[in-house]
């Protein structure tokens, strides 16, 4: 079947760390993959998306590149702010929506 | 902004009862779904609607029910409510034009309290 796991958390990082948020993916044919971000007391919103192998998402200093030989799609951004501080969720789309159980970021000044 | 609009935000009620959450899907997007959130189970699927007509079903109690209507909102019922009902009920709508490439579109969700 189709699911996604993403590390757990909760993750605590300080302003200006790097941050690496893995994902994985198990898919029966050829998905499009997304992450999402939830700020507190909000939906989740797109951070970004790909859509075939190779493709690099990216948004807002937010990158993820779609690994098929390594079924990943993990999240990365070169230096965190605090207002980073969120839930991060990764998607796959095939058919049908599949979303990780999140994983929640702090970040402190 | 994403175009999806839940109301209301906040609901407050007592078990054994019953309440309507409603959500107007962006302009134009025809599929409209209904996630749970809680605490401790992350975001649950519960149903999809495409177009008026139910498309997909998750892990939906049979106590709720949903809705798509000719104007495409969509409405979820729940009805014989336990505390354990309690959580953020978020709609998302999604333009079927790209497939599997097209994203969800989440609403602010509906926080529902059990007391």
């Known amino acids: 079947g189709n699911s996604v796991t993403q590390m757990e958390g909760p993750v605590t990082l300080s302003e200006e760390a790097f941050l690496t948020i893995n994902c994985t993916y198990t898919?029966?044919?050829?998905?499009?993959l997304f992450w999402y971000v939830q700020y507190p007391g909000e939906g989740l919103q797109l951070l970004l998306k790909?859509?075939?192998?190779?493709d690099k998402g990216s948004n807002k200093g937010f990158e993820a590149t779609y690994r098929k030989e390594t079924t990943s799609f993990h999240l990365e951004k070169g230096s965190v702010q605090v207002s980073d501080s969120a839930v991060y969720f990764c998607?796959?789309?095939?058919?049908?929506?599949?979303f990780g159980t999140g994983t929640s970021l702090t970040v402190i000044p | 902004d994403s175009g999806v609009t839940q109301t209301p935000k906040h609901l407050i009620t007592a078990t054994g009862q019953r309440v309507t959450l409603r959500c107007s899907p962006r302009?134009?997007?025809?599929?409209v779904y209904w996630y749970q959130q809680s605490l401790d189970q992350g975001l649950q699927f519960l149903i999809q609607?495409?177009?008026?007509?139910?498309?997909a079903k998750g892990n939906i109690l049979e106590r709720f029910s949903a809705q798509q209507f000719p104007d495409l909102h969509s409405e979820l019922n729940l009805s014989s409510l336990e505390l354990g009902d309690s959580a953020l009920y978020f709609c998302?709508?999604?333009?079927?034009?790209?497939?599997?490439?097209?994203?969800?579109?989440f609403g602010n969700g509906t926080r529902l309290t059990v007391t």
């Open positions: 998302a709508s999604r333009g079927e034009g790209g497939g599997d490439n097209s994203p969800l579109h």
């Open positions: 898919a029966t044919g050829y998905p499009s």
């Open positions: 790909a859509t075939k192998a190779d």
């Open positions: 998607a796959l789309s095939y058919n049908q929506f599949y």
């Open positions: 302009s134009g997007d025809l599929s």
């Open positions: 609607y495409y177009n008026g007509e139910e498309r």
